[in-house]
């Protein structure tokens, strides 16, 4: 043989002498024993307990792992999986004490020990140890990318936990009574935006709607409502704001298209109608549940789940077409949405404000409650945690906020789960667990900005019989439109008004002079105060004042035909008409060209500050300031007289600011056709 292949194989063998010692020597000298290094007997009892493990039989997977112990104590394998044991079992102290021992006779082995550890540690709200050995596990070696992701979301929530609790918000929490709640699970409330009416789901053999009408005394006991419920699931449901329109949820129905879809009902001739699905492109063959319909019904916010397969679940939001359809649903995105859960969301009458649960940002646990305010660019801004202990470890339903801002209301399954526990959510968005309706008083910083309502009622001025009628509002700086909408066969209708703004309102119907009001919100207003308007539209063939031979004879003041110019404006003391007068103004252009042989007067008054003859002088250069803005718009002159009256027609007392104030008018009449 070769000298040289002679030493390579002395080599060889010397290495191989080595390398056994050497494992000799760490066995023996190693402070644990693994599945690969346990005596057999030993590993026979392990093998026995992760069988009975696998069969749910814990008690006697337990007792295999004792006997193991009891044959080799320093068994790291049989210590973790009795650990497991104990945290499935909700015995989570017994779980530390054993992954503790675990992680200390055995640093080195399995870097995840130290992330059930720290589980074990988040369950009883030990959040400092949790957080502790997150992040020491983060700092390891391990390949489980999606065992990481969680230990770096547990760890975030560990750590906005510690903060929210040392910084609670004020939070007093009230339940609402016992014709809300009861021995069944009350959710998800929603209201009319005069705060009148309350709908929620609940739960009793199946879900249905409930309605309670608020009295003098507080929330009048609940009626099913009938005309909607059925013997199957509807529930997550959202109230226009006039309360004649309701968008829920059903699922699994022969006309699905999914395994949840969103319906619609709507109030007409005093009842529900049959629910209609919202067909494509809302709903799709996935899930779609938790809608929220904006105060002026122009967006639709919703949950949706496209593969049901998965659990991630994004709000979407779809805007209302000109022809009254709804368009494609576009996925809010970052940073709303998460890969975790994110939904029931809520859109504040402001328009401005989202409120919803997520299982995605940090939080104190389970679902916490959320807003987010929109940007000046309109992309939505980070969200912001509504604090503790309004979120809790446990889970959290969907909140609404009441038109003022001031009032939340919520479902919570809080005093009847144990600590810790996770919650997930039904097809319709309840959480488990017996829940019930809370309300309270939201904190300065959560809260939206401030909405007042107009509810008002259109009528013909002389039969009293209601109208049907094109109601308008524009935002006045900039004489965009606000709102528009056809008011109800009942002559109703209902608008939010966001306060910091200016509003006109303009209600018009052939045949009949419109009728206009301002509503000064930019300023100085508290969200108490809200507007019911009676509002009765006079027949241009019953408003004639006078029918003279030439528009420039005069025409004595006759009271009770006038139709004030609500949003026609003047500095103090000028008579140049301001920009925002210009979409009033309009309005009686229109008035005027689609009644091409009408004739009117323009009237001007003033308050009774100042002499006489300047307050006369002054009304009839405002007066003749409208006559001039209608001849350059293209209408005729013979068509058009003004008129100043000075203080000579107070309508109110001029002893107040306000009095003075509504005195100082621009108005029109009817001179004849």
């Known amino acids: 043989m070769n000298p040289h292949n002679i030493t390579k194989m002395i080599r060889i063998c010397l290495i191989l002498i080595i390398a056994t010692c050497c494992q000799f020597i760490f066995a023996q000298n190693s402070k644990y024993t693994t599945r690969k290094t346990a005596p057999p007997k030993a590993l026979k009892c392990y093998d026995k307990g992760r069988q009975y493990g696998q069969e749910g039989e814990y008690d006697k997977a337990l007792k295999q792992y004792d006997k193991a112990l009891s044959i080799d104590d320093t068994f790291v394998d049989a210590y973790i999986q009795k650990g497991y044991i104990f945290y499935d079992k909700g015995n989570y102290p017994q779980a530390e004490n054993l992954l503790h021992q675990v992680t200390t006779m055995a640093p080195d082995y399995k870097a995840r020990n130290f992330y059930y550890l720290a589980m074990t540690q988040l369950r009883q709200r030990k959040l400092e140890d949790a957080a502790k050995n997150f992040e020491y596990y983060l700092h390891l070696d391990d390949k489980s990318k999606q065992l990481k992701e969680k230990a770096a979301k547990h760890l975030a929530n560990c750590k906005f936990s510690m903060k929210a609790i040392r910084n609670p918000v004020d939070f007093k929490p009230t339940k609402l009574d016992k014709t809300i709640n009861t021995e069944h699970s009350e959710y998800l409330p929603c209201f009319t935006a005069d705060g009148e009416t309350l709908i929620f789901t609940r739960l009793s053999t199946d879900e249905d709607f409930y309605m309670s009408k ?26 226009s704001a006039d309360g004649k329109l309701m968008i829920f949820t059903a699922c699994n129905r022969e006309d699905g298209l999914g395994s949840c879809d969103l319906y619609f009902s709507e109030v007409k001739n005093g009842s529900w109608s049959k629910p209609t699905n919202m067909g494509a492109p809302v709903n799709s063959r996935g899930w779609e549940s938790q809608p929220s319909l904006s105060a002026d019904g122009k967006t639709l916010y919703f949950a949706k789940n496209i593969n049901p397969r998965e659990k991630n679940i994004d709000i979407y939001v779809s805007q209302r077409q000109t022809d009254g359809s709804w368009g ?75 038109l003022d801002g001031k009032t939340a209301y919520f479902a919570s399954d809080r005093g009847t789960k144990s600590v810790g526990t996770d919650a997930s959510v039904f097809d319709t968005g309840k959480p488990i667990g017996h829940t019930d309706i809370y309300t309270f008083t939201l904190t300065e910083a959560a809260r939206p900005q401030p909405v007042t309502f107009v509810k008002a009622r259109v009528f013909d001025a002389e039969t009293k019989e209601p109208l049907s009628a094109e109601v308008e509002f524009l935002e006045l ?23 910091g703004q200016n509003y006109s309102l303009n209600v018009s119907k052939p045949e009949y002079l419109f009728h206009s009001e301002h509503f000064a919100l930019a300023e100085n207003l508290t969200t108490d105060e809200s507007f019911l308007l009676e509002i009765g539209l006079k027949r241009i063939a019953t408003a004639v004042v006078a029918a003279p031979e030439s528009t420039k004879e005069a025409v004595p003041y006759k009271e009770g035909v006038a139709i004030v110019l609500k949003n026609v404006f003047f500095d103090t003391g000028s008579a140049e ?40 002088r002054l009304s009839q250069n405002r007066a003749k300031a409208v006559y001039d803005f209608l001849i350059t718009k293209g209408i005729v002159a013979n068509r058009l007289a003004y008129q100043g009256f000075g203080e000579t027609y107070p309508v109110a007392d001029n002893a107040t600011a306000d009095g003075r104030q509504e005195n100082r008018r621009t108005e029109f009449v009817v001179l004849g056709k």
């Open 328 to 402: 494609q649903p576009q996925n809010l995105g970052k940073p709303i949405n998460t890969k975790d859960k994110d939904e029931s969301p809520f859109i504040h009458p402001d328009g401005q404000t989202l409120y919803f649960m997520s299982k995605g940002h940090p939080g104190l646990g389970g679902h916490d409650l959320f807003l987010s305010r929109k940007q000046a660019d309109q992309s939505w801004g980070e969200p912001i945690n509504l604090g503790y202990p309004i979120n809790t470890e446990g889970s959290e339903g969907a909140l609404v906020v009441s």
């Open 577 to 616: 008409l301001r920009s925002e007068s210009y979409p009033e103004l309009l309005h009686l252009k229109d008035l005027l060209e689609k009644h091409p042989t009408l004739r009117i007067r323009i009237n001007g008054h003033t308050d009774n500050v100042g002499n006489d003859a300047d307050n006369m």
């Open 214 to 239: 608020k009295g003098p005394n507080g929330w009048e006991e609940s009626t099913p409502i009938v005309a909607i419920n059925t013997p199957h699931n509807e529930g997550a449901q959202s109230i």
């Open 477 to 499: 700086n900039n004489g965009k439109k606000f709102a528009s909408k056809q008011t109800d066969s009942d002559g109703e209708f209902l608008i939010c008004l966001p306060i």
